[in-house]
């Protein structure tokens, strides 16, 4: 279960555009960020080879930034080198799941590759599903396989469109100001684009009237379907509207990194009792715990998309409320952040090296996440102030010597938070467990996932 959220210069403090995802996947599915230049191609040699399909190439693809689960082609969430950036989410309707067809997240990447505008991203999609279809397992290995249709929260640095699926039925809004998506689908009676038969095959199945046409309750999976009514996506999407329309016209990336990080809990009184193993489907940084919760935050993206500079925020990380947000440039590419992870412990790789750090934390969450969170608000005050300084200095600088300063700097940033990481593990196994995490379920699935990953803390 995921979230994706999108602010309009319109509702931004700057007058840029902000989108921010989550991508929840399960436990031991860990999250690799990759960079690709700009290519040229000859399509008449080349095929593309996604997760299940080859398809066609083109003779340019653009440079793009991925955050993506290991084992497939595409992406939870991405950007390319004119600013179109990408999340999708898992939604679940009537219509049949296929067994082989492109996935939601390699419709992503193509649509980052191919794509120069976000309207222009929204007809990759289309283009491409209407003629591959989707469908395919969307799970890792060694997991229970699952699949399920898609929705896309696409934008660039002037406007942003929701483009959401039921099998081969889709459906196109165009944001206004402030939009949300989650695992759920969200269109109403107002739309602006829609496939040409979606309508008379509603009517037709008994979905909808055609006088009273909403593609959200014609299409949306029956009751019947727990993962419509369990997954808490229409919920998670409120919460989140309501979190963006009350900060409307001074939205920033700070605020976009918090709403990330929220475990909505309501009365703050309860905050110092609130731990992992209480975390449900309402919340937005989602932490695994049994039977209730089978997945977590695997990686997270704030996109700030501002004429003169556009910076991805990234963690490449797990649980956002242990991360920190650091800065990537699509013009300097990506710094070095060891080999790409697998589900198994890799000491060398960035997703693996802070889940020690993570689930360390889990052991005893109230007292160990008060270790680092002073640290995490320091580390990204600091870097969001360095990135407005340079971006107001651009203007006067040659492209060489900016894309110089720009790789300089992110690589920067991410030596200081692999250094503070490395503190975090040395100050949080100083501190004794003073209450462990949950009860005795909550940790055997905690140790069994540690074991089938070969991590010790």
Not at 72 to 78: A, S, V
Not at 247 to 265: C, E, P, Q, V, Y
Not at 308 to 316: A, N, P
Not at 445 to 453: D, F, G, T, V, Y
């Amino acid at each position: 279960m995921c979230d994706t959220l999108v602010a309009l210069k319109n509702s931004t403090a700057d007058g840029s555009v902000l989108l921010a995802k989550n991508s929840d996947r399960v436990v031991n599915e860990s999250h690799y960020l990759q960079f690709y230049p700009r290519q040229t191609h000859d399509p008449d040699r080349e095929v593309v080879k996604t997760t299940n399909l080859d398809i066609p190439q083109v003779e340019e693809t653009f440079a793009l930034l991925l955050s993506s689960p290991y084992w497939l082609y595409g992406c939870e969430m991405g950007a390319n080198e004119y600013g179109v950036t990408i999340g999708n989410e898992a939604v679940f309707t009537k219509e049949p799941e296929r067994d082989k067809g492109l996935l939601g997240m390699d419709f992503i990447r193509l649509a980052l590759e191919r794509a120069e505008t976000a309207a222009q991203a929204v007809d990759v999609i289309i283009n491409l599903l209407e003629k591959y279809g989707q469908g395919g397992n969307h799970t890792c290995p060694g997991y229970s396989e699952g699949g399920y249709h898609n929705s896309w929260l696409i934008t660039d640095l002037k406007e942003a469109w929701v483009l959401e699926t039921a099998d081969r039925f889709w459906c196109v809004e165009k944001v206004e100001d402030i939009r949300t998506i989650s695992n759920a689908l969200t269109i109403g009676k107002k739309f602006d684009r829609i496939h040409p038969e979606a309508i008379n095959y509603a009517v037709k199945k008994g979905y909808s009237k055609r006088k009273d046409f909403h593609f959200a309750r014609a299409f949306t999976a029956r009751i019947t379907d727990i993962r419509t009514w369990g997954g808490k996506g229409l919920k998670r999407h409120k919460f989140t509207t309501q979190k963006l329309l009350e900060k409307k016209g001074s939205i920033d990336t700070a605020f976009m990194m918090a709403i990330l990080r929220d475990h909505n809990i309501k009365d703050p009184k309860k905050i110092d009792k609130w731990n992992p193993s209480k975390s449900s489907f309402n919340d937005i940084c989602i932490h695994c715990r049994p039977i209730f919760v089978i997945s977590q935050t695997t990686g997270s993206l704030v996109s700030h998309l501002h004429p003169d500079l556009q910076t991805h925020w990234v963690t490449g990380t797990a649980a956002p409320c242990t991360s920190l947000f650091k800065p990537v440039f699509i013009k300097a590419g990506l710094p070095d952040i060891g080999p790409r992870p697998t589900n198994n412990f890799d000491q060398e790789s960035l997703w693996w090296q802070h889940e020690r750090v993570h689930r360390a934390i889990l052991e005893d969450y109230q007292t160990r996440i008060r270790i680092i969170h002073p640290d995490i608000e320091h580390y990204e005050k600091k870097w969001i102030a360095k990135v407005a300084e340079t971006k107001s200095r651009l203007a006067s600088q040659p492209f060489d010597q900016h894309k110089d300063n720009l790789t300089q700097l992110s690589k920067k940033a991410f030596e200081e938070a692999r250094e503070i990481e490395r503190n975090w593990i040395f100050d949080i196994n100083k501190v004794p467990i003073r209450k462990r995490t949950g009860g005795c379920y909550y940790r055997r699935l905690w140790r069994k996932e540690n074991s089938k990953a070969g991590i010790k803390l």
